[in-house]
């Protein structure tokens, strides 16, 4: 994976970015999204398969709580009070996976690994293989009961980290979801946020016309969640959700984007959920993520 | 070794000394948790959460949710023993037990309460006769299954000690002790503990079956039929050795679990004789839906009784 967007070709530091000031913060984590949205493109490339369209949409949440927010480096992955970042929507592991590399977790080069024969990038995260990887997702409504886990844990020792789930809207579908919700609600896990990648597609169609979900932000509300709806393409948007008041509730942050986002031709289009990209689109992707 | 021991009759309810030991280990090691859906009472942790209040972690009647959050809790180092009724525990949460906590690796006691016919007249929809197929067809996941109070708390510390995935039966159903005086432990992981040395036919049983496979032995051993009954409180991983030892010591093996025929010992059993050293063997379970009844009395009606055992195993002698 060679292709970089950094200014004057010079990676970021981007470690430091956690310390930056909000504004500036949030102009650095567009430039890290739209890198780690190079990497998407070229990962499913190179695979010829993968997620695209979802990976596009969380990219934005994503970056903005692993670089923005959460204490997440390879130098505490196995520190026990490290903050958790748990990617419930798992089919969308090549997201996490460019995030965990430009962090530093792993070289950005074994992204070329993803989904080949015998590679520890599997089509769905696997913590045992790759360092960072908080979870085995991949069927869908796992997450947040193990958010909820964390989040307790955190409380019962003390230690009090923060866990960020990111689910996506479709997944909203599995009851396990709402068992968790109620949990953590009744336990004031103040020190959880669910953020809901709302994008409005599912694998066949509209969310709304398959099982709808609206109106979403209600519901989490009349669970007993804080909740924020915003822009999650947004990094200043995201960056002022996950730090807000929580007022001693878990948090749910609804975060409405565009399915494919950054591609003209994927966005919003439900075709886009796992088809591939033939390599003249590929290039002008990376065009338009130029 | 004894020709065969006699089974005493004072029996006892395995939950009673799960919980003893729970509070025990949890008392020792800050680690042990203990999450449970709504299952306090029917998994006998009044006493555990009085003793620890925070360590209690009741997720509400939520099965799926109750296993992924115990992924969660092993995730940041803690031990949990997740506690429900075999059932639901093994049915409601089947992915995230395969998922959460076999595929990932993680140190979680998976306590299938009141397992088998437990629950009797309560009907099918509460036997957890299913569960033993269920979870030997997952991979990276130990399958116990205790026969009395002695080994279930024996296995307790192993599971501990182990730091494996584990599903682990908790029987309701009383039963007597069949511990033997003289062994070290209770339970040896993945090892058949092996009562009497009779070369006619083996007795293979597993849980409530250990005792009624104890008093066949000795109805047999009355008409002159040596028997040797092998106590399989390790499922999965399966003791092959002492399997087929006992195959090629003997005419025949008779299997008896409460549990359905499909997956469970027998098969483990079956698969093992087929591959090693093919011999003849009667297979005794749950062969349906149950009608309406005690445990006790379900258990007569499939033929897992002493004297059920002893007919098949004349029969194969014969």
């Known amino acids: 994976m060679t292709i970089s967007v950094w200014p004057d070709n010079k990676p970021l530091d981007v470690a430091a970015i956690r310390d930056l000031p909000e504004g500036e913060r949030a102009e650095q984590l567009k430039l890290v999204a739209k890198q780690v949205r190079r990497l998407i493109v070229q990962m499913i490339d190179t695979a010829r398969a993968g997620h695209i369209g979802g990976d596009l949409s969380v990219t934005d949440a994503l970056v903005t709580a692993a670089f923005g927010v959460l204490n997440i480096s390879p130098e505490t992955a196995d520190d026990p009070g490290r903050d958790r970042l748990i990617l419930s929507k798992g089919h969308c592991a090549a997201a996490l996976y460019s995030v965990l590399a430009l962090r530093g977790f792993f070289p950005v080069d074994d992204l070329e690994t993803f989904m080949k024969p015998l590679s520890k990038l599997n089509g769905h995260p696997n913590r045992l293989k790759v360092k960072g990887v908080e979870a085995n997702t991949g069927p869908l409504g796992h997450g947040l009961p193990i958010g909820v886990g964390s989040a307790v844990a955190s409380k019962l020792s003390g230690k009090n980290w923060q866990t960020f789930v990111f689910t996506g809207d479709g997944e909203l579908q599995e009851g396990s979801n709402w068992e968790a919700a109620m949990t953590a609600a009744h336990r004031k896990l103040d020190n959880l946020v ?51 008041n929580r007022n001693g509730k878990p948090l749910a942050v609804i975060a409405n984007t565009l399915k494919g986002k950054g591609v003209s031709f994927i966005e919003d289009r439900v075709e886009w959920h796992h088809k591939v990209p033939s390599k003249e689109q ?8 130029a | 070794m004894n020709a065969h021991s006699s089974v005493s009759n004072e029996t006892f309810d395995c939950r009673v000394a799960f919980s003893e030991k729970l509070i025990a280990l949890a008392e020792a090691d800050p680690r042990i948790v203990a999450v449970c859906n709504d299952s306090v009472g029917s998994s006998n942790l009044n006493a555990f959460r009085d003793r620890f209040p925070d360590r209690l972690i009741n997720v509400g009647i939520a099965e799926q949710n109750m296993v992924g ?9 803690f031990i949990p023993f997740v506690c ?48 033993l197929s269920w979870m ?46 003289d062994r070290e432990t209770a339970f040896t992981f993945g090892k058949i503990d092996v009562t009497g040395d009779g070369n006619d036919v083996a007795l293979v049983a597993t849980g409530t079956l250990v005792s009624r496979a104890i008093e066949a032995q000795a109805i047999l051993a009355a008409e002159g039929i040596l028997a040797r009954v092998l106590n399989v409180s390790t499922i999965k991983p399966l003791d092959a050795e002492t399997i087929i030892k006992a195959a090629k010591e ?22 093992t004789l087929s591959e090693n050293h093919p011999a003849k063997a009667k297979f005794l379970g749950v062969t349906s839906f149950a009608p309406t009844g005690s445990n006790d009395f379900l258990l007569e009606h499939f033929g897992l009784t002493a004297k059920g055992i002893a007919d098949a195993a004349r029969k194969l002698v014969g």
């Open chain 2, 69 to 77: 959050v115990a992924a969660g809790l092993a995730n940041a180092g």
């Open chain 1, 282 to 289: 590929v290039e002008l992707a990376l065009k338009e993520l």
């Open chain 2, 136 to 181: 030997r067809a997952i991979d990276n996941l130990d399958v116990l299954v205790p026969a009395d109070p002695e080994q279930t708390k024996a296995a307790m510390d192993w599971a501990v000690a182990s730091g494996r995935p584990i599903y682990m039966r908790v029987g309701r159903h009383k039963v007597p002790s069949v511990t033997p005086a």
């Open chain 2, 250 to 271: 003997t005419k025949g093996l008779v299997v008896a679990e409460e549990g359905v025929l499909e997956g469970g010992l027998g098969a483990a059993v079956s698969m």
């Open chain 1, 194 to 244: 669910v953020i809901v990648d709302r994008n409005r597609l599912q694998q066949g169609a509209r969310t709304e016309d398959t099982a709808s979900l609206d109106p979403l932000p209600e519901k989490w509300a009349s669970f007993g969640w804080e909740v924020a709806e915003i822009d999650g393409n947004d990094t200043a948007a995201l960056l002022k959700a996950f730090t807000q």
């Open chain 2, 84 to 131: 429900a009724a075999g059932p639901f525990l093994s049915g409601r949460a089947t992915e995230q037990v395969k998922a959460d906590v076999a595929y990932s690796n993680y140190g979680i006691v998976l306590c299938a309460m009141s397992p088998g016919m437990a629950y009797g007249e309560l009907g099918p929809t509460h036997h957890s006769i299913e569960d």
